[in-house]
């Protein structure tokens, strides 16, 4: 008589362990700064930036989908695009656009929660542990795009708006970062729901961070230059990526022996 039993069916996806939390900022830092050089140094302006960074990211999120495994390198790749593609997005609604800091952040919200709710009335859940068939992919990568997206105008608007500054901003998401870990270890507080919260709350953390290193001393930063910072930071992330253990996430899948 078959007995049914549990079996882990791979995902594309890395686990979410600290690992992936640390190359996660390190690459919201980046996009930061890379965004930045593209649109600031070289001054291509916020279009011209954002319809690059749309490009790339495109190519890179198709190419995840067609692959057949979970690869480092193009996952994290990919995230690096949607975190450009964010800075330069969220730079360009709040700025160019003329609707602020505050209406930026409150589209960019809406349009994340659009894109959670779509994709739980598709599947009955928006886990990052079931992403595993294109349709589920597609719903991931929209949602990553929004939520990056989200986090660079929440980092702008709490250092500018908020009046507390990068260092400021930084000290406040590291803060609420640790108070989701707390709520992770030590209550049954959804997991998902902590997931989410936590990958928006990376990307302000990164910006803030990014901002500290290039912006000019009066105004708070470091002064550093963009493109060496983003080339250091750039080379710190391949090194984790290379060097750090990282497997792909599992989802149960019910198989008969």
């Not at 409150?106 to 928006?126: K, N, P, Q």
């Not at 970062?177 to 990164?206: D, E, N, Q």
């Not at 230059?225 to 990526?241: E, H, K, Y």
Request: include cysteine.
């Amino acid at each position: 008589m078959h007995q049914p039993n549990r079996q882990a069916a791979l995902s594309k996806v890395p686990e979410v362990t600290l690992t992936f939390w640390l190359i996660k900022i390190a690459a919201t830092t980046l996009g930061e700064t890379g965004g930045d050089s593209v649109t600031m140094t070289l001054d291509w302006g916020y279009l011209a930036g954002t319809a690059l960074f749309l490009g790339l990211l495109i190519a890179l999120v198709i190419a995840q989908i067609m692959a057949k495994k979970f690869h480092p390198f193009l996952y994290w790749g990919t995230i690096v695009a949607s975190t450009t593609f964010g800075t330069t997005m969220a730079d360009f609604a709040d700025r160019s656009l003329g609707i602020g800091y505050t209406g930026g952040a409150s589209l960019l919200f809406a349009c994340l929660m659009a894109v959670l709710a779509l994709w739980y009335a598709s599947e009955g859940t928006i886990s990052v542990n079931t992403v595993s068939t294109p349709k589920v992919e597609a719903f991931y990568w929209m949602a990553i795009t929004f939520s990056q997206t989200l986090g660079t105008a929440l980092g702008d608007w709490i250092a500018d708006i908020g009046g507390l500054g990068y260092e400021g901003g930084a000290l406040v998401f590291g803060a609420g970062l640790m108070a989701l870990a707390a709520l992770y270890w030590w209550t049954k507080v959804s997991h998902v729901l902590l997931f989410w919260t936590a990958f928006i709350l990376t990307r302000p953390l990164g910006a803030t961070v990014g901002d500290l290193l290039d912006k000019p001393t009066d105004q708070g930063g470091l002064a550093l230059s963009l493109p060496l910072a983003s080339a250091a930071i750039a080379a710190f992330v391949v090194l984790c990526v290379a060097l750090l253990p990282q497997r792909a996430g599992r989802h149960p899948g019910e198989v008969r022996a």
